[in-house]
C-alpha cells in the first residue's frame, strides 16, 4: 500500500513555471511515480514518470524539454519541475503510483493522489 500527497500548483501565466512534488509512505521499495493531468472533457494522460529503482524516466512528447522529473529516494518524493509553461497544461495534476513496471498509461496505476489543480493564463 501507497499514501501519495501532493503539494504545488496554482496559477501562472505563460511562459512560467511552477514545481509539483508528490511524497510517498507506506511500502516504496520498486515502486515507479509519475504525475499525471485531465483536463476538463479530455482523457487522463500520462505526463511523466520515474523508477526509483534506477531512475529511469519517461515523458509525454508534448512535455519533452519543459518539464523534468525527479526524485529524493531519502524522502521518498518525486518532483516536477515545469517551464515554459503553456495554456494548454492546464489542467489537473494528479501523483499515481505503482510497483515494478514504469509506463505512462494511467490505466495501470493503483494509487492515486487528491490531484493539484494547475492553470496557465495566456
Known amino acids: 500500500q501507497v499514501q501519495l500527497v501532493e503539494s504545488g500548483g496554482g496559477t501562472v501565466q505563460a511562459g512560467g513555471s511552477l514545481r509539483l512534488s508528490c511524497a510517498a509512505s507506506g511500502y516504496t521499495y520498486r515502486l515507479c511515480m509519475g504525475w499525471f493531468r485531465q483536463a476538463p472533457g479530455k482523457e487522463r494522460e500520462g505526463v511523466a514518470v520515474?523508477?526509483?529503482?534506477?531512475?529511469?524516466?519517461d515523458y509525454a512528447d508534448s512535455v519533452k524539454g519543459r518539464f523534468t522529473i525527479s526524485q529524493d529516494n531519502a524522502k521518498n518524493t518525486v518532483y516536477l519541475q515545469m517551464n515554459s509553461l503553456k495554456p494548454e497544461d492546464t489542467a489537473m495534476y494528479i501523483c499515481?503510483?505503482?510497483?515494478?513496471?514504469?509506463?505512462?498509461?494511467?490505466?495501470?496505476?493503483?494509487?492515486w493522489g487528491q490531484g493539484t489543480q494547475v492553470t496557465v493564463s495566456s
Open positions: 499515481a503510483a505503482r510497483y515494478v513496471r514504469c509506463e505512462l498509461a494511467p490505466e495501470h496505476y493503483n494509487y
Open positions: 520515474i523508477y526509483n529503482g534506477g531512475g529511469t524516466t
